[in-house]
Nanobody, 124 residues
Framework: QVQLVESGGGLVQAGGSLRLSCAAS????????MGWFRQAPGKEREFVSA????????VYADSVKGRFTISRDNAKNTVYLQMNNLEPEDTAVYYC?????????????????WGQGTQVTVSS
């Protein structure tokens, strides 16, 4: 079992920045690919970004490329999502995800572990 706890969400004006954190506990953090997803009201949960277990490989949704940066600190069992130049369309609940397979970390139905989510609201 892996427990994931997100933090860092909040209310920010368009153009602002936030950094989300996801602290993991349980089994060895360093063997898991980690990802961030988001879900806006009335919409399906969608992939945002992911990082491989070593941190050497990352992937981003087209909508956040160049604005968001994912990183991880395996010594602290934590993954981060730095979000810059936020837009109102980024408003959603953001979820941290963990899965042993980096190859499928972008697929919602393949995720083994989810956090409880943190709200991000971007005002125009």
């Amino acid at each position: 079992q892996v427990q994931l706890v997100e933090s860092g969400g909040g209310l920010v004006q368009a153009g602002g920045s936030l950094r989300l954190s996801c602290a993991a506990s349980g089994r060895r953090f360093s063997i898991y690919a980690m990802g961030w997803f988001r879900q806006a009201p009335g919409k399906e949960r969608e992939f945002v970004s992911a990082i491989s277990p070593t941190g050497r490989s990352t992937v981003y949704a087209d909508s956040v490329k160049g604005r968001f940066t994912i990183s991880r600190d395996n010594a602290k069992n934590t993954v981060y999502l730095q979000m810059n130049n936020l837009e109102p369309e980024d408003t959603a609940v953001y979820y941290c995800a963990a899965d042993p397979l980096y190859e499928t970390i972008t697929v919602v139905r393949r995720i083994d572990y989810w956090g409880q989510g943190t709200q991000v609201t971007v005002s125009s």
